[in-house]
């Protein structure tokens, strides 16, 4: 009776029996089994790349922001390392002086460093005081100086003019076609952060209509270069987020600016932050800035942009309330002594 039960398949005793290796194929059928069972209770039961979605628009429109799970639930490294700082008694001095890595920051009043460091103290408490609706757009974060240092005398994901990118070449052609940083490993201008972000030009792309009349790029309208450089800046936005083009636009109506996502008009504002950044505090900084400090290529100075603080993640520190415990950094009326 339980041989029976037990008993294999007759086609199985006979594919055995005819065949001379019969044990190998059992092995082989047994290997394939087992790693189809794994697979499958791995993808059911684990389900390692699981994804969480921010979803930025109406339902059945593709508007969503997909993230790994695995990804989200890493926090960035940096918070432990701000952790570990603590608030030093609440000496100001001595936590600019960690967050920036600079032991010696204010010890010389006649150096670089400390010119520098009052100009950044006072484009600190600008950004909380007057650019409160993209710093705190979902509640009190703020900035100070390790939003952008993280422990170092030159914070991460700053940038320099490079172009031309292709001496060999003039106008249009010198500023793409080569996959630079500043273009995103793209073959688009590598101009998009110093036109934007520091020009001020506007953004835009080219005109939707065909046989438009005027001449693109020169009558009040962009023309195709202007739509290339646009798309440039767009990967940049992306890659310094973490997020894609839907977090900002509809998808259904991508040139429509009254039907954009909230996240929007948050963006916006930090687009004219960084401008105003760049142009009132780290250009004129840049006059103080040793050979060392300034571009290889152009000798300009460090400038910033939104990685500079975001550094990949939808908010800085990924939304770390880091200026609660420093009022003196909230507004420009208040005074920091120094040394």
Same mark, same amino acid.
């Given at each position: 009776?339980? +041989? ?30 087992? !790693? ?22 109406? +339902? ?9 799970? #695995? ?8 918070? !432990? ?33 400390? *010119? ?5 103290? *006072? ?13 705190? !757009? ?21 940038? #320099? ?66 739509a290339e450089r646009t798309y440039a800046l767009m990967n940049y936005f992306s890659n310094s987020l973490g997020v894609n083009c839907v #977090?900002?636009?509809?998808?259904? *109506? ?10 929007? *008009? ?20 840049? !006059? ?52």
């Amino acid at each position: 009776m339980l +041989r029976k039960i037990f008993a294999l398949p007759d086609w199985y005793d006979d594919w055995n029996q005819k065949d001379p290796v019969r044990y190998t194929k059992a092995i082989v059928f047994a290997i394939l089994g087992v !790693a189809v069972i794994s697979v499958t209770t791995i993808i059911v039961v684990i389900h390692p790349y699981g994804t969480d979605s921010l979803q930025t628009g109406p +339902r059945g429109t593709g508007m969503s922001v997909p993230e790994f799970k #695995f990804d989200l639930a890493k926090p960035d490294p940096d918070i !432990a390392k701000l952790a570990e700082i603590g608030d030093l008694d609440g000496d100001i001095i001595k936590a600019m002086q960690a967050w920036t890595g600079i032991p010696n920051l204010f010890e010389d009043p006649d150096s670089y460093q400390y *010119a520098v460091g009052a100009m950044m103290i *006072a484009m600190t408490q600008n950004i909380n005081e007057n650019w409160d609706g993209h710093v705190n !757009a979902n509640g009190e974060v703020g900035v100070t100086c390790y939003t952008c240092h993280r422990g170092q005398a030159v914070p991460s994901e700053i940038w #320099f003019t490079i172009a031309p990118v292709t001496k060999a070449t003039a106008g249009w052609a010198s500023v793409q076609n080569r996959a630079t940083s500043l273009s995103q490993s793209t073959s688009l201008p590598s101009n998009a952060l110093e036109s934007y972000l520091l020009d001020t030009q506007t953004i835009g792309v080219h005109d939707l209509e065909s046989r438009v009349a005027g001449v693109p790029g020169q009558d009040d309208y962009p023309g195709i270069q202007h739509a290339e450089r646009t798309y440039a800046l767009m990967n940049y936005f992306s890659n310094s987020l973490g997020v894609n083009c839907v #977090f900002c636009h509809n998808s259904r *109506a991508f040139y429509d600016g009254g039907q954009v996502t909230p996240q929007w *008009a948050t963006a916006n504002l930090g687009i004219l932050m960084v401008q105003e950044l760049n142009n009132d505090y780290i250009v004129p900084a840049g !006059a103080l800035l040793p050979e060392e400090r300034l571009g290889p290529r152009n000798g300009d100075e460090p400038k910033v942009a939104c990685k500079t603080c975001h550094k990949g993640y939808q908010q800085p520190l990924q939304g770390t309330n880091v200026i609660g415990d420093w009022p003196v950094l909230q507004s420009t009326e208040e005074v920091v002594e120094l040394p």
